[in-house]
């Protein structure tokens, strides 16, 4: 950094001069964060930003917290991979944002409201004739004679797969290739026509995808990375080119893991209950939570809508004896996804009700002397009553005298409400 390599106090006052810029092959000025006090985190691994380098405001020393935008189609980035980090510029999926007409119209700002519909219909250009200028040197023959290496050596053959061209094994292969970003940083491609004369015209619900869908990125709102890649027929002496786009998708499964859940304290606890922070995830692209939660011996859930998921939990009651089972519901306006999970208590209730036929009758017994049945319904197996018959409890036996032969359940329902089954034949 200025002087000679031999001349560390010439380079340490730059590294600290809080003024030290440098120029690339391409004449793009890059300053550096040179603090005037040494900060080994910092200095000289971030930029200042500038309004004209794109690149410097991605790599800015005040990079803040929160949801930033940042456009990386620009020369001055596109340069710095190839000149800086000398990376051949064929392995680069950035533009320099001057397409040669009259590729396809789109609008000036790219964001997600123009993303793609999860039931929509994509429609692009031919291409026009590519010119031999200074854009076009990642087409230039000598590249293509570097593409066509063969075999390709290990390095190669992984590179290859992240090329926007690539397709079945190969980087040549004629046509239009629609591929979605996989959360490795491969392309999955789901959609390809060899018609490398005609205009790419598709309907969404044609893409196959041959992953889950929680093996593919997302945007920091939900939606799936879309690339469409066009490959000319080597003698159309057109250029290759890629779009990319979002597309509109149901959202992920949440991520949740209800046994790192953390007791908050309410004022509501009692000595059955207590109150549980579920942290919850995956919720980019969400646009409401839904939990039905069903406690032990529950036939129907209670559901409840979660209003601030994007804090990234949710609060609820839970039993401290026996397990919850939660049914989160995440949607969208593209559809829903589910997730179930099972709370289970730190300390389990060790008690359990036990069965014993005896003749025409059941006897029911408990290993907690508080942990009595109060009253019982039987239900037919076989044949099929049209209702539940109630019956009683008396002195912790049920008499089943009256029932005629059949297979018959049990159902005892506890002080605390919760409910547990004998199945008995006649």
Not at 208 to 220: G, Q, V
């Amino acid at each position: 950094m200025g002087g000679s390599s031999n001349d560390s106090i010439n380079c340490y006052q730059n590294a600290v001069s809080n003024n030290f810029s440098f120029t690339d092959n391409s004449d793009n000025l890059y300053q550096l964060y040179t603090p005037s006090q040494w900060d080994p985190t910092m200095s000289l691994n971030y930029f200042v930003a500038d309004e004209d380098n794109k690149l410097t405001q991605l790599l800015r020393w005040d990079f803040g917290r929160g949801m930033v935008f940042r456009d990386i189609i620009d020369s001055s980035v596109h340069d710095a991979f190839k000149d800086l980090l000398v990376w051949e510029p064929i392995w680069l999926a950035i533009g320099t944002g001057q397409p040669v007409e009259p590729l396809i119209s789109l609008p000036s700002v790219y964001d997600t409201e123009n993303s793609i519909p999860q039931a929509g219909h994509l429609s692009i250009n031919v291409p026009g004739v590519s010119n031999l200028s200074s854009m076009q040197r990642a087409y230039s023959a000598e590249i293509n004679n570097m593409m066509d290496i063969s075999p390709l050596d290990s390095v190669q053959q992984y590179m290859q797969q992240f090329h926007p061209c690539y397709y079945n094994g190969s980087i040549n292969t004629p046509g239009w290739i629609v591929s979605l970003q996989k959360t490795d940083g491969t392309w999955d491609a789901v959609y390809y026509t060899n018609d490398a004369d005609e205009p790419l015209q598709v309907d969404v619900s044609d893409f196959t995808r041959h992953e889950s869908l929680s093996s593919y990125a997302r945007s920091y709102d939900g939606h799936l990375r879309c690339r469409v890649t066009y490959v000319p027929y080597p003698a159309m002496n057109l250029k290759r080119c890629s779009y990319y786009y979002v597309l509109n998708a149901q959202p992920l499964e949440v991520d949740v893991e209800p046994q790192k859940s953390r007791t908050v304290a309410y004022n509501e606890d009692d000595e059955y209950c207590k109150w549980i922070k579920v942290e919850i995830g995956n919720l980019e692209g969400v646009t409401n939570v839904m939990v039905a939660q069903y406690d032990d011996g529950d036939t129907v859930p209670y559901l409840y809508s979660v209003p601030n998921f994007k804090d990234g939990y949710f609060i609820a009651s839970v039993d401290v004896e026996f397990p919850t089972v939660f049914t989160i519901y995440t949607y969208n306006s593209d559809g829903y996804s589910t997730r179930t999970v099972t709370y289970y208590p730190e300390n389990p209730a060790s008690n359990s009700l036990s069965f014993e036929r005896a003749g025409n009758c059941i006897l029911i017994s408990s290993s907690d002397s508080t942990f009595h049945g109060e009253y019982a319904s039987i239900r037919s197996v076989l044949p099929v009553f049209s209702a539940p018959l109630s019956v009683k409890i008396e002195d912790n036996k049920v008499d089943i005298s009256s029932l005629p032969n059949g297979a018959y359940m049990l159902n005892v329902v506890d002080k605390r409400g919760h409910v547990q089954s004998y199945k008995f034949v006649k």
